[in-house]
């Protein structure tokens, strides 16, 4: 068994190798500081799974995280981070992760989610998956980004980082008017006024 451990600090890096291993000592683990460098070793080798960090120096990890599977969609990966669940384990599970891990998680819980995810499973808390329930029965409410589509959502983080609509529409090859239409949607389902708001709202929960 393979697995890629991928986070921007050593220690943190360190630990899960340390847990890994105690639960599987057969196994090869090899650790990336970056998503580039993720992105490169997943691609020259068979993985069986990737432990990833949502907040990396140098891309988003949901990005890569989209990135990995669209190369390799079979490729498990469980996502951690130390932003409450709500920010984004939806979102990461949409995009393709095998599980969603806050990183104040006792390590038996990332054995439990190691295993769950390797034999083909898919890993959330309790309390995620009631909030999870709660909301496809409607009785729960989502945080405001997770009502923005996968488009819209990737404008909103573009526009939060200060680009203007023409870059936007330049970057993901649309017109300025479709990428204003977005915006104007965007504001609306997120209950915002300007992109004063949508900044100040993305730094808090960190999604630039």
Do not use: W
């Not at 981070?81 to 984004?88: C, G, K, R």
């Not at 969603?100 to 769950?116: F, G, M, Q, T, V």
């Not at 729960?140 to 996968?150: F, K, Q, W």
Request: neutral net charge.
């Amino acid at each position: 068994m393979k697995i890629l451990i991928t986070d921007d600090h050593p220690v943190v890096r360190r630990g899960i190798r340390h847990i890994i291993a105690e639960q599987y000592p057969e196994c090869t683990i090899d650790e990336a500081p970056s998503g580039s460098s993720a992105f490169k070793m997943t691609q020259n080798s068979d993985y069986d799974l990737v432990v990833m960090d949502i907040s990396l120096p140098d891309e988003n990890g949901i990005d890569l995280l989209r990135r990995i599977k669209e190369r390799k969609p079979a490729l498990p990966v469980l996502m951690m981070s130390i932003l409450p669940e709500e920010h984004y384990a939806i979102r990461a599970l949409k995009s393709g992760a095998s599980g969603y891990l806050p990183k104040e998680s006792a390590p038996d819980e990332l054995i439990n989610a190691l295993r769950k995810v390797l034999s083909g499973g898919i890993y959330v808390s309790q309390a995620l998956g009631e909030q999870m329930a709660m909301i496809l029965q409607g009785e729960g409410n989502a945080v405001p980004h997770e009502t923005l589509s996968e488009r819209e959502f990737q404008i909103m983080r573009m526009i939060a980082s200060g680009k203007k609509l023409k870059t936007i529409g330049e970057e993901l090859s649309l017109s300025i008017k479709t990428v204003s239409t977005h915006r104007t949607r965007i504001l609306s389902k997120m209950k915002m006024n300007n992109n004063a708001e949508l900044t100040a709202y993305a730094l808090q929960n960190r999604l630039i």
